[in-house]
């Protein structure tokens, strides 16, 4: 099992920063991959950004140049750092881990951080 803990959401102005974490434990050696989801008020749950334990990267267009995410190649904590926010980027920001072992796969989501950017 793996256990994950967002932070770092907030309040904050449009063109502002956050930095967002992800505290993974558990058997977090079995994880393929990590990312970033957000959902905001009625719209489904949409990709942000992922990241493999070589260190690849992906990111949706709507967040490419202005998101980065990043973590150790353990993945004990992966972060998502946003610049020129937008209001657009409101939503609750989740993380996930993709968890494979022994022909075994499923996803594990953490609780959820707000986000809000005001205008």
């Known amino acids: 099992q793996v256990q994950l803990v967002e932070s770092g959401g907030g309040l904050v102005q449009a063109g502002g920063s956050l930095r967002l974490s992800c505290a993974a434990s558990?058997?977090?050696?079995?994880?393929?991959?990590m990312a970033w989801y957000r959902q905001a008020p009625g719209k489904q749950r949409e990709l942000v950004a992922t990241?493999?334990?070589?260190?690849?990267?992906n990111y949706s267009d709507s967040v490419k140049g202005r998101f980065t995410i990043s973590g150790d190649n353990a993945f004990n904590t992966v972060y998502l750092q946003m610049n020129s926010l937008k209001p657009e980027d409101t939503a609750v920001y989740f993380c996930?881990?993709?968890?494979?072992?022994?022909?075994?796969?499923?996803?594990?989501w953490g609780r959820g951080t707000q986000v809000t950017v005001s205008s």
């Open positions: 558990g058997s977090i050696g079995n994880i393929v991959s």
């Open positions: 996930n881990a993709a968890y494979a072992r022994w022909g075994y796969s499923r996803d594990f």
């Open positions: 990241i493999t334990r070589a260190g690849d990267s």
